[in-house]
């Protein structure tokens, strides 16, 4: 079934301070797709091919090996208010030579950062996440994704955002050290990328004290996906009050039809109503987004007569 897949993440991974690069981030973001609470015992496979269908990308093997390797040395520094804790992803990585899959035993330690979320938890779309072609703005999308409800972040010092990002140690080095490299490379890029993306539309606000900027916040609105992913792997759920259709999708229908002035209440609520309305609203999403579909005004008409809520003019009197 084609849906898109929003996946949870724990607030103190969201927050936490590591450096993966976007190579990374995307295996990382495809385990916790398929994290089940069932399967605890920490072993999962990455079937490459499902995740080159997901990003649209090729992955070399001698690119996956680097990338596992550097994982299972790069650390979270998680902090909450009872501990600090120094975490690794994995246990072991097993290369099935032959058949295009990664089986992974995660570390116990990192178990309860996965799996025992309760209601402190990051939700951010797996396909958005994915597309984002910057380290940065994949880590900002979620930062931004944890507050969405809010529709802005707290105010984050620079510094301590930078720790966040990588960008600073301990030792005081410093990458983007001027603010207007900060600002081309990581702000502006992640906010263009987030914008054109993702179900987010962000900008930033910098906070001088005295005559440099010290500060930073993120506002943030929610937007249709910039493109609904066709996922065709059944072993990545969604959940809904709708038999299958996911919370993600029933959200974006919402948005696309007020994006599209789509506003009778009875109308809506039909497209409300039927798993097959939204399925369709959102295939039809995807396809303008793509170009497979094509249309030039009145989308909103397009739509309800593809949807069969609406005659084609000149059929009104026929029958």
Known sequence: ??????????????????EYSELQLDIFFYLLSILRKDKTDGVYEI??????????????YGYLKQATEEMGS???????????????????VKYVIGEGRIEVRLSDD?????????????????????????????RLYTLCSQWND????????????????????????????????????????????INEHTD???????????????SVSFTIKRQPLAIVLPVEDKSIKGGSALAG????????????????SIKRTDVVNQIM????LIQEVNKFAYEVQTGKVKVERNIAGYLLIRLGLKQPKGKEKDA
Do not use: C
């Open 1 to 18: 079934m084609n849906q898109p897949v929003s996946i949870r993440q724990h607030n103190a991974i969201t927050t936490a301070r590591y």
């Open 47 to 60: 079937v490459v091919k499902n995740l080159s269908a997901l990003t649209g990308k090729e992955y070399k």
């Open 74 to 92: 790069r650390m979270f520094e998680v902090s909450t208010p009872k501990s600090y804790e120094q975490l690794w992803m994995f246990q072991r």
């Open 110 to 138: 990192i178990k309860p950062y996965l799996f025992d979320l309760k209601d402190n938890f990051t939700s951010f779309e797996l396909y958005a996440a994915l597309r984002l072609g910057s380290k940065y703005a994949k």
């Open 150 to 193: 809010k529709g802005e972040t707290p105010v984050y010092k620079i510094p301590e955002l930078k720790k966040m990002l990588s960008l600073l140690d301990d030792k005081g080095n410093e990458q983007y050290k001027q603010i207007g490299e900060f600002k081309r490379f990581v702000l502006d890029e992640a906010k263009k990328q």
């Open 200 to 214: 987010l539309q962000i900008d930033y606000v910098l906070y001088k004290r005295g005559r440099s900027f010290q």
């Open 245 to 260: 259709v996911s919370d993600a999708q029933y959200q974006n229908t919402r948005l696309l039809l007020e994006k599209w």
């Open 273 to 276: 109503n039927s798993a097959d």
